[in-house]
């Protein structure tokens, strides 16, 4: 037999494409506070575009976007204790949805004090939610938040001409 003695140090085919420590510390990392100040003053404009006719519509689906990734995080056991804030947030969001497309496309209405009150408490307690999360949390609540918004009820916006003519 012939002696097993390599005249070459051993080198795989194969060479890892990317530094899977980086990557791992990076997903376990906390969201950039700057992130969730960002986040919090968004949710902030929306809140105060809910009450402007032109811009409510897009404040709207903002502020729900943020109240099915609050239920999300609830459900996936980062954050718990908070999902009877998030069900009456959700219900005064849609409480407003229904009104708004009594005509089959978005008409704004005023939302009411209670209503404000309950989505304002939302926005806060989603941004303490938030600064807990760590980025791969973050990015595996927001991936499986799509699946939740696809089965949610739509809202039609009116189309430029209708605007003019009311």
């Not at 005064?92 to 009104?99: F, G, I, K, N, T």
């Amino acid at each position: 037999m012939g002696s097993k003695k390599r005249s070459k140090p051993f080198q795989p085919k194969w060479k890892p494409a990317i530094n899977t420590i980086a990557v791992a510390s990076s997903r376990v990392a906390k969201l950039a506070p700057e992130t969730v100040r960002g986040l919090a003053e968004s949710l902030g404009r929306s809140m105060k575009e809910l009450t402007v006719p032109e811009r409510s519509a897009h404040a709207w689906q903002d502020l729900r976007m943020a109240c099915v990734v609050s239920r999300r995080v609830e459900r996936m056991g980062v954050v718990k204790g908070m999902s009877g804030i998030w069900e009456d947030a959700f219900a005064a969001l849609e409480s407003v949805r229904e009104r708004s497309m009594a005509s089959g496309v978005w008409r704004y209405c005023t939302p009411t004090d209670s209503e404000l009150e309950m989505v304002l408490e939302m926005t806060k307690m989603h941004s303490i939610q938030l600064s807990y999360l760590s980025v791969g949390e973050f990015e595996r609540v927001f991936l499986a938040s799509r699946s939740d918004l696809a089965v949610l009820p739509k809202i039609f916006l009116p189309v430029a001409d209708d605007l003019k003519a009311a």
